[in-house]
Each structure stands twice: as structure tokens, then as C-alpha cells.
């Protein structure tokens, strides 16, 4: 099935949306605010800048569940990439 997966920057928290339904099917809790995302090429993990504790979240991608956070050495992180090859 076909997911949106929508950073909520207030609430902390990333929401799986179905489009075809118009509704949230699950919810990760993150660090505070949040601000992008950014998948692997194969999709099974996500990767959250959460900006007010300087870190990033690893969001396994099929059990929707947080399961690492890296301290990243910068103040508010917003954006992420992956190197080629999605490293």
C-alpha cells in the first residue's frame, strides 16, 4: 500500500498516512521538533533531523519504530542526504 509519511514539528512526531483513506495509520514519536525526512533507496529506514536536540532518528521502515538516535555535532540540523550508494 501506498504511505505518506509526514513530519508533525510541534507534536514530535512522524505520522503514516494512507492517501487513499485520508488518514493516519500509525505514528512515531521523535525527537523535539523535527523538520525533514529522508528514506533509504531500499526504504527500510527512515532518517528525522529533530533541530532542538541536535540529533537524527533512525525510523526502522516496517515496524515504524525509532530505533537509534545519532547526536550530530551541529545546532538545529534541518536537512539530511545520503551519500550514493545510501550511505
Known amino acids: 500500500t501506498e504511505e505518506l509519511w509526514v513530519v508533525d514539528s510541534l507534536a514530535s512526531t512522524v505520522f503514516v498516512v494512507d492517501p487513499a483513506q485520508a488518514a493516519i495509520v500509525r505514528s512515531v514519536r ?3 521538533q523535527p523538520h525533514g525526512i529522508a528514506f533509504t533507496p531500499s526504504g527500510d529506514r ?3 533531523t529533530c533541530s532542538a536536540v541536535n540529533q537524527v532518528d533512525v525510523i526502522d521502515g516496517l515496524t515504524a519504530r525509532v530505533i537509534k538516535s545519532i ?3 551541529a545546532k538545529q540540523p534541518r536537512q ?3 551519500s ?3 550511505r
Open 30 to 32: 521523535v525527537g523535539a
Open 46 to 48: 527512515a532518517y528525522v
Open 80 to 82: 539530511r542526504g545520503h
Open 84 to 86: 550514493t550508494g545510501g
Open 71 to 73: 547526536p550530530v555535532p
